[in-house]
């Protein structure tokens, strides 16, 4: 390890047992004993309050105060973290090495009782991924150091349904983690706009030494989001939606990320909601199969002729195939 980290174990095994001598420190830490005094008077010198208790029961140890710092976690504040770090690392977060070496950190330089808790906590808590899902961990690396440097990447992307990828120069702004996939978010230079760019239909990246100025306020996930919801026009006529159905599916509908947006009503048999014509014709559609039978469309009558159509043309389909 290093100095600082050598410096920082030591904190957290005096914070961890009431009182520690030197030898104890060297054999947890593997230190040569003389280093572990260059250490203890260094912390000292930079206003940690270590006191060194003489006698046959003597050792080093911190000043209560001391203990309570800021610097160190409580329990709860513990188990918060090992709790985050799982769902990071099930989102394939990108310094997930780090992140696990800093939780082995965490438990190793706790009292008993705490790591314990941690243990016990934390063995209640999973992430499920996919077997297939390809490790995004460099790529994702690469993006959010071009990030924080504001350097333009370049990339080789692939489009969805098209058979040919296509070198693009990107000046990232953000990441965003929605619904199980990473998208950078930023200017891209072939189009002349800001798009979305999923992480996994990257196949391959570089980083440039061209700089680029980050918009002013400009949120990732906000502009996201935006991008996903239909553009509603002022002047644009809205579609009133009435659907009825089981409670549960209502309450599923209620609970999309889409159509939570729209939503004027909710009752128990009933949902309402307004949306633009475009977006009930093609996206609504594909949300309201799923549930099957377990709603009616009340309205509009073209909707519920929409899902025949498209039904239809399935049965069509596998009839022939």
Known sequence: MSKADNMLAILWLLRSKKRITAQNLADELELN????YRYIDALCASGVPIIADSGHHGGYR??????????????????????????????????????DQAISKLKKYTNDVQRDAIERHSAGLDVIQSPFTQTLQPVLE???????????????Y???????????????????????????????????????????RIHGLRLTDKTFERPKHFEAKEFFLKNLLPTNNPKEELIDIRIEGHPQTLKDLHNNWFLEQLEIEFRDHEIFFQLDKKSTIVFLPHILLSYGKSLNILEPKFLKERLVDITADLHDYYQSH
């Open 33 to 36: 004993i003389r280093t572990v």
């Open 62 to 99: 911190l000043l209560h105060e001391f203990v309570e710092a800021p610097l160190f976690f409580n329990s709860d504040e513990q188990k918060a973290l090992v709790h985050a770090a799982r769902f990071a690392l099930g989102a394939d977060y990108p310094y997930g090495d780090a992140l």
């Open 142 to 156: 690469d993006i959010e150091k071009s990030v924080a440097s504001s350097l333009t990447l370049e990339i080789i």
């Open 158 to 200: 692939q489009k969805e349904h098209d058979p040919e990828s296509s070198v693009r120069s990107l000046d990232p702004y953000g990441l965003v983690f929605w619904i199980g996939k990473w998208y950078v978010v930023g200017h891209c230079h072939l189009r002349k706009a800001v798009r979305n760019f999923r992480v996994d």
